[in-house]
T-cell receptor
């Protein structure tokens, strides 16, 4: 399988807990994105990496959110002290030219 | 700031009907890219097409066709002879010519094709 993969696919957590998601992009894609999608809405941009450098962050990315791409390959998105409003689908995408290819997403439910 | 509007929240058609999904965008950039993605019930976003702002040629791919008109800032998507498998949420998206080129999505149109 050469597509974008994400792990886990589903995560249920209690308010106040920390969670971490992983994204493995398509191997030759040096650009990686995180988006968040809530029910009935289109995805919203969170952050962008080119290789290991985090070059852009949305205002949606509060200080409880942190993302890394340590070796320019896989990326992690951590949410600290989760809140019920963090419940959403977290999508990862990668690109090498203009098209972004998306992974299956991680659905987070905060109880 | 860029914005994408998909005014049709839900559309329901009977199989074999043609259906057009509307997309209107706003941007101050002269160079930008427009996209359509499909999100079936499984949830994964599937890339369908990309158009560059400097290329207004319409495109046809099988039963799918796209009509890009800069004069009206629209990028509409038509499915000819719809099939039940076309049932999904369709998103229009825009990226501007910058370093990140992040996508700005519309709110999507839920298409239901009835047998």
């Amino acid at each position: 399988d050469t597509g974008v993969s994400q792990d886990p696919r589903h995560k249920i957590t209690k308010r106040g807990q920390n969670v971490t998601f992983r994204c493995d992009p398509i191997s030759e894609h040096n650009r990686l994105y995180w988006y968040r999608q809530t029910l009935g809405q289109g995805p919203e941009f969170l952050t962008y990496f080119q290789n290991e450098a985090q070059l852009e962050k949305s205002r949606l990315l509060s200080d409880r959110f942190s993302a890394e791409r340590p070796k320019g390959s896989f990326s992690t998105l951590e949410i600290q002290r989760t809140e019920q409003g963090d419940s959403a689908m977290y999508l990862c995408a990668s690109r090498v030219v203009e098209e972004q290819f998306f992974g299956p997403g991680t659905r987070l439910t905060v109880l | 700031a860029q914005k994408v509007t998909q005014a049709q929240t839900e559309i329901s058609v009977v199989e074999k009907e043609d259906v057009t999904l509307d997309c209107v965008y706003e941007t101050r950039d002269t160079t930008y890219y427009l996209f359509w993605y499909k999100q079936p019930p499984s949830g994964e976003l599937v890339f369908l097409i990309r158009r560059n702002s400097f290329d207004e040629q319409n495109e046809i791919s099988g039963r799918y066709s796209w009509n890009f008109q800069k004069s009206t800032s629209s990028f509409n998507f038509t499915i000819t002879a719809s099939q039940v498998v076309d049932s999904a949420v369709y998103f229009c998206a825009l990226s501007e010519f910058g370093s990140a080129r992040q996508l700005t999505f519309g709110s999507g149109t839920q298409l239901t094709v009835l047998p």
